[in-house]
């Protein structure tokens, strides 16, 4: 039943910016805090950042300063504005609630390289 579809992942050069989609269904989407992880390879997913439903944020340590998460309750969309992109951003980007995490979409490819 819940659905999250992540997109707008690609390739981009250090400094490079790109914005980041999650499109959720199944769940009451503006009453839900919303988070977005990632995960590199050979490490374990790690959190990201999180709207609450009132749209108040956190960061990771990693990326603030650089990456806004916002949301569009009206569209059920969850947003991830990526500034000042490291080699080190380079993951699967996934979104997901924050309080219940039982299911997880395919994520969207994030590449910093030169």
């Known amino acids: 039943q819940v659905q999250l579809v992540e997109s707008g992942g690609g390739l981009v050069p250090p400094g490079g910016s790109l914005r980041l989609s999650c499109a959720a269904s199944?769940?009451?989407?503006?009453?839900?805090?919303m988070s977005w992880y990632r995960q590199a390879p050979g490490k374990e997913r790690e959190f990201v950042a999180t709207i609450t439903g009132g749209g108040f944020t956190n960061y990771a340590v990693s990326v603030k300063g650089r990456f806004t998460i916002s949301r569009d309750n009206a569209k059920n969309t969850l947003y991830l504005q990526m500034n000042s992109l490291k080699p080190e951003d380079t993951a699967v980007y996934y979104c997901?609630?924050?309080?219940?995490?039982?299911?997880w979409g395919q994520g969207t490819q994030v590449t910093v390289s030169s």
């Open positions: 997901n609630r924050l309080y219940s995490r039982n299911y």
């Open positions: 199944g769940f009451t989407f503006s009453n839900n805090a």
